[in-house]
């Protein structure tokens, strides 16, 4: 890992400080597999604070969607293994890692129901439920993890393809919809921007405003599962 960077600012919370840390985007333990051993793992400068309370959303998110993920797709090869070890106590490097499994482990199933109808609308999309399953279980995952992980993709990318940060006056909104419903959307964006491919798993794609190049469609698709769309728009 390269020196931490200096005097500089949050891409997340948009702080100076004297000295930040390196933020992944997306976190290094998603990217599958299948990801090309040469290929540069994007990072951006980040204070301790966000670096810390981001880590714990991003692995409960990590865990809980790589259950729900099938494990032998190219796009997410690994993910789903993944998930399963880090619940297994008996894999634990000493005793604390141990602990640590254990605990998250009955965290989740915890947070493990029976899928209800009754839950249905708060699916997110893409996650099921499946067909195949004669009793189909749900995995609850807070929103507002989803909801920040997403915005941190969105400012991390930002100032990966740009050196910018969205500043207060751009207000960032994250939706979660069906692809059919967000087809039109991804048609504009591939008509008028760009897309970044990091390997199979990860496939970012930007379309930013004509008279204002921080104003910005995004589409955003990680495993080719996990689908965010986003605006970023002036206030
Ligand atoms: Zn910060």
């Not at 605990?103 to 893409?126: C, E, T, W, Y």
Request: proline share 6%; net charge neutral; charged share 30%.
């Amino acid at each position: 890992m390269s020196k931490s960077p200096c005097n500089q600012r949050c891409v997340h919370c948009l702080g100076v400080f004297g000295t930040l840390t390196w933020d992944h985007i997306p976190p290094e333990s998603w990217y599958p597999d299948t990801t090309p051993e040469m290929m540069e793992k994007w990072k951006v400068p980040c204070c301790y604070t966000c670096n810390q309370e981001l880590s714990k959303i991003e692995k409960e998110l990590l865990i809980k969607m790589g259950l729900c993920i099938a494990p032998d797709r190219t796009e997410a090869q690994g993910i789903a293994d993944k998930a399963l070890r880090s619940l297994k106590p008996e894999l634990g490097k000493g005793e604390r890692d141990k602990a640590h499994r254990a605990k998250a482990r009955q965290k989740v199933f915890r947070h493990m129901m029976k899928f209800q109808d009754k839950i249905a609308s708060g699916v997110l999309p893409n996650f099921g439920p499946y067909e195949s399953s004669e009793e189909p279980i749900a995995v609850l995952i807070p929103a507002e993890y989803v909801e920040r992980f997403s915005k941190k993709l969105v400012r991390g990318f930002t100032y990966i393809i740009d050196g910018e940060y969205i500043e207060e006056d751009y207000v960032i909104d994250v939706f979660f919809v069906q692809d059919e419903a967000a087809n039109e959307s991804v048609q504009l964006i591939d008509k008028h921007g760009i897309t970044y491919n990091q390997g199979p798993g990860l496939i970012v794609k930007r379309a930013v405003a004509a008279d204002d190049s921080k104003s910005a469609m995004w589409a955003i698709s990680i495993w080719d599962k996990f689908k965010i769309y986003a605006t970023v728009e002036k206030r």
